[in-house]
């Protein structure tokens, strides 16, 4: 299915600052609710392994939103979606800071799931129109800007919990300013719209299959740090207080850098070896953080991971945006859900085996995720 590109009106440099400005909107509202899970596990009392469990409800959103997302973008085109989703995604932010036990808080996790990967696929959409403009590869640019503001939303968080503000004031906060920035962009994103119907549901090829076993990998890691590196801090490192939220500042501060420097990278060393480079610096990070967890080392492991991280889910979608065999819409739907499912899935997995073993032992398994990038990214036909 092929949706009919609409001439853009504006400079390619206007689309690219709306987009850029819906990335960032995207990463701050996940910021914020990952910079808060910890304070939300101690006013519900979840243990570890309960918290693993509430995790669960974030992937299981995002599978419900699978039978759609494909089909919806080429129905009402990537930015009608784009727009829709990411104030839903604000609302679900808002209703999680509401929650008050931990049914309320398992729907709201479901909302937020559902929400963000229609977020996601809608918003690298229109990344992929930007970069087509520009005839060169700027996709991890667009990724950096999520990260950077990851990095402003873990600041905000950890403002608010230094000034004991609450959760539910907090996202509220943060809501308020995505219908702002929302309203502003809308009008200089690149419109699309359909020309047929198809399938609700198409099996991506090989090749994309492949794209989102490497990005699903790289993924797990990389959601591993927004969910658990500040426990980790908190309960490994023994860190005090007002360092509590260090290792996450840091793995943002170097994923933000690795973005803005990945596409020059890529193009200056090649896509397979920026992704092999990448899975042997976030095993490498993982694994000094648990053989070294004291706040320095621990640091340090967290910024390679930071680093390791950066380049692999933005160079994966660029590609899989060139796709020869699906409208760049579905193709993003398609490598995207697979990789998002191991941002989700990640998370919740850790806490069991923390509940089972211990933190330490959850990042192990996680470093071994980044061997498995660097191994199929050697296999791979990229």
């Known amino acids: 299915m092929e949706a009919t590109p609409i001439t853009y009106k504006f400079s390619r440099g206007t689309l690219r600052a709306a987009v850029g400005i819906m990335f960032f909107m995207a990463g701050i509202c996940f910021a914020s609710w990952a910079s808060r899970i910890a304070t939300i596990q101690q006013n519900l009392g979840l243990s570890d392994a309960a918290l693993g469990g509430v995790l669960f409800a974030l992937p299981v959103g995002l599978m419900c939103s699978l039978p759609f997302s494909g089909w919806i973008i080429t129905r009402i085109g990537s930015r009608n979606l784009l727009i829709t989703a990411v104030v839903t995604y604000g609302c679900a932010l808002v209703f999680l800071g509401m929650s008050q036990n931990t049914f309320q808080l398992i729907c709201c996790l479901l909302l937020f799931g559902f929400s963000s990967n229609a977020v996601n696929i809608s918003v690298n959409t229109q990344a992929v129109a930007a970069e087509e403009l520009y005839q060169r590869p700027i996709m991890a640019s667009f990724h950096g800007l999520w990260s950077l503001a990851g990095f402003a939303g873990a600041a905000i968080g950890t403002f608010m919990i230094g000034k004991q503000i609450i959760p539910l004031h907090h996202f509220a906060l943060i809501w308020v300013l995505i219908v702002i920035a929302t309203l502003f962009s809308s009008k200089y994103l690149k419109k699309d719209k ?92 993982l694994m000094i953080a648990v053989l070294f967890p004291y706040l320095l080392s621990a640091m340090f492991g967290f910024l390679l991971v930071g680093f390791g991280v950066s380049s692999v889910v933005p160079l994966v979608y660029s590609a899989a945006g060139k796709s020869k065999t699906m409208s760049p819409g579905v193709a993003l739907a398609a490598v995207s859900t697979i990789s998002f499912m191991g941002f989700l899935f990640g998370p919740p997995v850790i806490g069991f085996i923390a509940g089972i073993a211990t933190l330490r032992a959850s990042f192990t398994l996680i470093a071994l995720m980044g061997i498995c990038v660097t191994i199929f990214s050697t296999k791979a036909k990229i």
Do not use: N
């Not at 803005?260 to 990070?285: M, N």
């Open 194 to 285: 359909p020309t047929e119907s198809g399938p609700v549901f198409v099996m991506p090829d090989r090749s994309l299959i492949k794209l989102g076993i490497i990005a699903f990998c790289s993924m797990i890691c990389e959601g591993a740090m927004f969910d658990w590196s500040v426990i980790y801090f908190k309960k490994v490192v023994l860190a005090q207080s007002a360092w509590m939220g260090a290792g996450y500042t840091a793995f943002m501060l170097t994923m933000a850098t690795g973005r803005f420097i990945a596409d020059w990278f890529a193009h200056r060393f090649g896509l397979k070896r920026t992704l092999q480079l990448s899975g042997l610096l976030t095993a490498s990070g």
